[in-house]
């Protein structure tokens, strides 16, 4: 799940994104303050906006909204308000980690892709990865599926010239680092971090 407010931009509206994947075609559905987004395939709930959001909360930022149990909690109570039986499924693990690449090998189908496997604490993903300077035994910043890059690029589950890749592997100017080098490649992280912990710029 990511939630995007702007108010200046966007207008006093909350927007959930429930799910990365797209659709062909949709259906919306509104009660009170409260739009739902809706497949009209599997009839599966997509996105949902909340509108007028500032007489429930007031939020003094622009952009992507840390998810937070305060949050996930203040939502589910709207959608309540709203008469809207809809019951929110949050994984709340940090989305930006520290990973260990434990090994890597050449991408079969293409010369510059390498396929890595990167232990990130709880599991081992497999990502897809171009940097020139990726290499086994580092410890990198691993942006998981659902993290949602500065840049406003949601991470998801991709397939890469024929091979699955489960994240992404980061570089300093990707995470807007102030003062990132301007060099290419991944960023590379002391040996001292703790490989599964939440990685904070």
């Known amino acids: 799940m990511n939630i995007f407010y702007n108010k200046p931009g966007v207008g006093d509206v909350l927007l959930i994104q429930l799910t ?6 949709v259906i919306t559905e509104t009660k009170g303050d409260v739009t739902q987004v809706i497949d009209v395939k599997t009839n599966e709930v997509l996105a949902i906006n909340i509108f007028e959001f500032s007489k429930y909360k007031v939020l003094d930022l622009q ?4 998810l937070t149990t ?6 589910q109570q709207i959608l309540e308000k709203n008469d809207v039986s809809f019951t929110l499924e949050v994984d ?15 991408h079969p189908n293409a010369d510059k892709l390498k396929v890595c496997q990167v232990n990130v604490g709880e599991s081992t993903l497999q990502i897809v990865c171009g940097a020139p300077n990726v290499e086994a035994g580092q410890k990198v910043v ?6 949602v890059m500065p840049s406003g690029m949601v991470i998801k589950d991709a397939e890469l010239r024929g091979i699955a890749s489960s994240g992404m592997l980061c570089s300093a ?4 680092i102030p003062d990132a080098p301007e060099v290419k490649g991944i960023l590379i992280l002391d040996e001292q971090k703790e490989v599964g912990s939440e990685f904070l710029v």
């Open 173 to 176: 100017r990707e995470l807007a």
């Open 142 to 147: 691993v942006a998981k599926v659902g993290a």
């Open 70 to 75: 305060e949050i996930v909690e203040t939502i």
């Open 20 to 25: 990365p994947e797209k659709t062909e075609k």
């Open 63 to 66: 952009g992507n909204v840390p």
């Open 92 to 106: 709340l693990s940090p989305k930006f980690v520290v990973g260990h690449v434990d090994s890597l090998e050449q």
